[in-house]
């Protein structure tokens, strides 16, 4: 079975529905708030196993409500979090979420114990896990812990998944551990050092990046679909699913998952890619981020659509 690690946060969100997202300074009235269980590496995560992974889960939450509520839920989604360790000096991640009537949002997170993960946790942890076919790392976490992973996941020969979100420059040492990097694209225009306003500039952008000694770039772009570049240079454009749009949160976590679920199942990169696709969509027409996700029946059902 196929057997997926993740390196990450873990977070409550804290979400309210608003007609639209408020101007600075502005105060406007919500419609209802709701609590779900979040952080871009439990979503990735959740997702994986949901599509049929084995799945482990590294990480850190603080010794309070949140924190149980968050790996009670894991639990029952089967994922393994005997390596997501209980901080008593910072409370557990939390992501205020505002979604407006067009599922579009705007999200502050305050990270709490999932930045004192220790690259010492991570390391012990990996290397107690059993053998694993893929690693899936994003930014929510010290970088320190992140390169780490990377390293020891590149060692034991395992394929290694780079989701580079939030945004921030990165070490050549960490991208030299890294097979698939998965940029949004701002992201991307970041660690490309070039705007990025369409579809050419969004491909120049991913051979710069490839440039830098990855395997592949898969730049998801919202509302336009997904852009996959490979190391040969080939160039693919996966076009969106039509899906009424209720809340975009989480769908780039549930496209990250879906491409590595789909990599580790022997599926072609660009196959992969549609997979991810295609649970990104399913991710966009229900409210919250953990509570809105796919199982791999449902996905299977919109790809038999096109």
Same mark, same amino acid.
């Given at each position: 079975?196929?057997?997926?690690?993740?390196?990450?946060?873990?977070?409550?969100?804290?979400?309210?529905?608003?007609?639209?997202?408020?101007?600075?300074?502005?105060?406007?009235?919500?419609?209802?708030?709701?609590?779900?269980?979040?952080?871009?590496?439990?979503?990735?995560?959740?997702?994986?196993?949901?599509?049929?992974?084995?799945?482990?889960?590294?990480?850190?939450?603080?010794?309070?409500?949140?924190?149980?509520?968050?790996?009670?839920?894991?639990?029952?989604?089967?994922?393994?979090?005997?390596?997501?360790?209980?901080?008593?000096?910072?409370?557990?991640?939390?992501?205020?979420?505002?979604?407006?009537?067009?599922?579009?949002?705007?999200?502050?997170?305050?990270?709490?114990?999932?930045?004192?993960?220790?690259?010492?946790?991570?390391?012990?942890?990996?290397?107690?896990?059993?053998?694993?076919?893929?690693?899936?790392?994003?930014?929510?976490?010290?970088?320190?812990?992140?390169?780490?992973?990377?390293?020891?996941?590149?060692?034991? #020969? /395992?394929? +290694?998944?780079?989701?580079?979100?939030? &945004?921030?420059? @990165? $070490?050549?040492?960490?991208?030299?551990? !890294? %097979?698939?990097?998965?940029?949004?694209?701002?992201?991307?225009?970041?660690?490309?050092?070039?705007?990025?306003?369409?579809?050419?500039?969004?491909?120049?952008?991913?051979?710069?990046?490839?440039?830098?000694?990855?395997?592949?770039?898969?730049?998801?772009?919202?509302?336009? #679909? /997904?852009? +996959?570049?490979?190391?040969?240079?080939? &160039?693919?454009? @996966? $076009?969106?699913?039509?899906?009424?749009? !209720? %809340?975009?949160?989480?769908?780039?976590?549930?496209?990250?998952?879906?491409?590595?679920?789909?990599?580790?199942?022997?599926?072609?990169?660009?196959?992969?890619?549609?997979?991810?696709?295609?649970?990104?969509?399913?991710?966009?027409?229900?409210?919250?981020?953990?509570?809105?996700?796919?199982?791999?029946?449902?996905?299977?059902?919109?790809?038999?659509?096109?």
């Amino acid at each position: 079975m196929l057997h997926i690690v993740v390196v990450g946060s873990l977070n409550m969100d804290l979400v309210v529905r608003t007609p639209r997202l408020p101007l600075p300074g502005e105060t406007i009235l919500g419609q209802d708030f709701r609590t779900i269980p979040g952080g871009k590496g439990a979503n990735q995560a959740v997702v994986a196993a949901r599509l049929g992974a084995r799945v482990s889960m590294v990480g850190r939450v603080g010794d309070d409500s949140f924190g149980r509520t968050l790996l009670n839920h894991m639990r029952r989604e089967g994922i393994d979090i005997s390596h997501v360790e209980r901080d008593e000096a910072e409370p557990t991640g939390i992501a205020m979420i505002t979604v407006d009537a067009g599922g579009q949002n705007s999200i502050v997170v305050a990270s709490g114990a999932n930045f004192r993960l220790t690259s010492e946790q991570v390391a012990m942890a990996l290397s107690n896990l059993p053998p694993y076919d893929a690693l899936i790392l994003q930014l929510e976490s010290p970088l320190d812990a992140v390169l780490v992973a990377a390293r020891r996941a590149q060692e034991a #020969g /395992a394929r +290694v998944i780079l989701n580079p979100a939030p &945004a921030r420059p @990165l $070490p050549e040492t960490l991208l030299d551990c !890294v %097979d698939v990097l998965i940029p949004n694209e701002s992201e991307a225009s970041l660690l490309a050092s070039m705007p990025i306003q369409s579809r050419k500039e969004a491909e120049e952008a991913a051979r710069r990046l490839l440039d830098r000694g990855l395997q592949a770039v898969i730049l998801t772009r919202g509302g336009e #679909g /997904a852009l +996959v570049v490979t190391a040969e240079g080939r &160039a693919v454009h @996966l $076009p969106p699913h039509q899906v009424e749009v !209720v %809340d975009a949160t989480a769908a780039g976590d549930a496209f990250v998952a879906g491409v590595t679920v789909g990599l580790g199942e022997g599926l072609s990169l660009i196959e992969a890619a549609r997979l991810g696709n295609a649970t990104g969509a399913m991710t966009v027409t229900r409210m919250g981020a953990q509570s809105s996700f796919p199982t791999r029946e449902e996905v299977e059902e919109l790809l038999r659509q096109y």
